[in-house]
């Protein structure tokens, strides 16, 4: 069964460090584009960053840049989401997300910036 499970989102104080997890199982992992989205309340949901299936391609969201880093371990099946610098407006349901070749979405993790 095909799922991913996101892992790391927590409560930090502004300026802090978080690293999410996603965990991608029943999936030919190597093939997919991926990408975190996040979702603050009454907003939309946005683009956070994008990582190619190999790796080489990152884009990130112009309101992260600089200060979020994402990644990924096809051996593990995973991609992360290093979190520096982190503000209140960071505050928002962070989700992982198959990107290409077909979508498919995670459950989401709750990251709060808040002191």
């Known amino acids: 069964q095909a799922q991913l499970v996101e892992s790391g989102g927590g409560l930090v104080e502004p300026g802090g460090s978080l690293r999410l997890s996603c965990a991608a199982s029943?999936?030919?992992?190597?093939?997919?584009?991926m990408g975190w989205y996040r979702q603050a309340p009454g907003k939309e949901r946005e683009l956070v960053a994008f990582?190619?299936?190999?790796?080489?391609?990152?884009d990130y969201g112009d309101s992260v840049k600089g200060r979020f880093t994402i990644s990924r371990d096809n051996s593990a099946k995973k991609v992360y989401l290093q979190m520096n610098s982190l503000k209140s407006e960071d505050t928002a349901v962070y989700y992982c997300?198959?990107?290409?070749?077909?979508?498919?979405w995670g459950q989401g993790t709750q990251v709060t910036v808040s002191s």
């Open positions: 990582i190619n299936s190999n790796g080489y391609r990152r």
């Open positions: 997300k198959v990107v290409r070749p077909f979508e498919y």
């Open positions: 029943g999936f030919i992992f190597n093939n997919l584009d």
